[in-house]
């Protein structure tokens, strides 16, 4: 284990240990990347802290970013690419947190795993700035094992570009919040699995004039909820 201190700029955590240094990608164009069975976990909260912009974070398959509490977070940054082929998750809310970002960019590849107790990739804001132009493509699994959803939009101005390809699945178990839940504009493809328990919400519009496009192979367990939202548009392809 590498001792528990706080590093910035690019790295490459690729020795098959456990680096407990928060990581700090605070300059434009840095990278992180995370590979040969390498974990970070520095057992609190934010162990990948992106602020810079243009910044990619790489999960290779057997790798892992793990916290008790938000485990990569973005703040007020434009442009990130965090593409996971392995495992990402908290052990209590939030795997992924990105607040006011501007065109971030989430691949969750087959056999990638990210998940977290509740609301596990959260789309939310900070300060007046709403995250717009979210892009999230995922092939593997994105869960929230206790509560809340697997895809979180926390107000009706934060924005996203959801597809769920062939093989992608995205689950949770929660009466009160869906498994996946965008806000106005947003765009929803799914050729996978969106799973609740059946009477409840497995998509949820919280804002207007959005689409969803339910693709042929494609499965959706649970409700389509937008009570109270105009605008928005029903596909099946």
Known sequence: IIPNLSFADSATLNNGET???????DGNGEFLTISNNSTLNTGATKPANV???????????????TSNKVSVFADDTSDLTLTNSGTIYATGTNAIDTKG???????NNSGGTISSNRNTIRISKTGSNNTTGMTITNSGTITARSSGSAIFGTGANNTASITNKSGGEMTNSD???????????????????????????????????????????????????????????LKFN
């Open 19 to 25: 680096t407990t240094s928060q990581q700090n990608i």
């Open 51 to 65: 602020t810079g912009n243009n910044v990619d974070v790489t999960v290779e398959s057997g790798s892992t970013i």
């Open 101 to 107: 970002t501007t065109d971030a960019t989430i691949v």
């Open 175 to 233: 009466s009160s919040n869906a498994t996946v839940r965008v806000g106005a504009n947003s765009t929803i493809v799914n050729s996978g699995s969106i799973k609740n328990d059946v009477s409840n919400d497995a998509i949820k519009l919280y804002g207007n004039n959005s689409t969803i496009t339910l693709k042929d192979g494609g499965i959706v367990v649970g409700k389509i909820g937008a009570l109270l939202r105009t605008g928005s548009t």
